[in-house]
């Protein structure tokens, strides 16, 4: 999930934004069964979409505006996966993990 919605990608934008209030609505109902929701929020990770969607040159650009100045790799944002489904990740609920090149996120 994208934290900076691409216009090219309105279905994908509109989908995101629909999942992260349906899991941050999820919480208040889940949590007293023992239930955690918590979500991950890739910024601009090289995946097949990239240029299947995007012209060359918004392909050549794509992720250098990120404060690390290059997309993310599929490998970067995996292990955020694996913890949210571990143990180590049993006390923490309601929240958002943020693999997105260090954009600071608002709201």
């Not at 994908?12 to 208040?28: D, E, P, Q």
Request: charged share 15%.
């Amino acid at each position: 999930m994208a934290d900076r919605s691409q216009d090219l990608l309105l279905d994908y934008a509109s989908t995101t934004g629909a999942i992260l209030g349906f899991a941050r609505a999820a919480l208040s109902k889940l949590a007293p069964k023992k239930f955690r929701v918590n979500g991950l929020t890739p910024g601009p990770i090289w995946a097949l979409v990239i240029p299947a969607s995007f012209s060359k040159n918004k392909i050549d650009a794509f992720g250098t505006d990120s404060p690390l100045g290059r997309p993310g790799q599929p490998c970067e944002v995996a292990p955020s996966f694996m913890f949210l489904a571990c143990e180590a990740s049993s006390y923490m609920t309601g929240q958002v993990l943020h693999r997105n090149g260090g954009d600071l996120i608002g709201g």
